[in-house]
């Protein structure tokens, strides 16, 4: 029998360690209690400060991390661009 690790939670956490995981080859399974795949309803915004944004690209493959700073914006509700900084609010 095959064992994979089991992550309990496909929080920001969650999802980032199962990221390292499979870059390693490392089997994984990830458990949530929100069965929708695509659409998370809380909406809520995170910061990522200085030592995640420094191991970020040790964990994320290229692409992932490249679509994770094409979210470094905070936009105003017309869409024009308000700030760039990954850290503001």
Partial sequence: ????????GAGISGLAFVQ????????????????ALNVRNQRYRFRVHGGGQKALPSYLTPDLYTRLQACYTIRAPVGDVAGSSPDAL
């Fill in 20 to 35: 390292g995981l499979l870059k390693f080859c490392i089997p994984v399974r990830v458990y949530d209690r929100n069965q």
């Fill in 1 to 8: 029998m095959k064992l994979s690790i089991l992550i309990i």
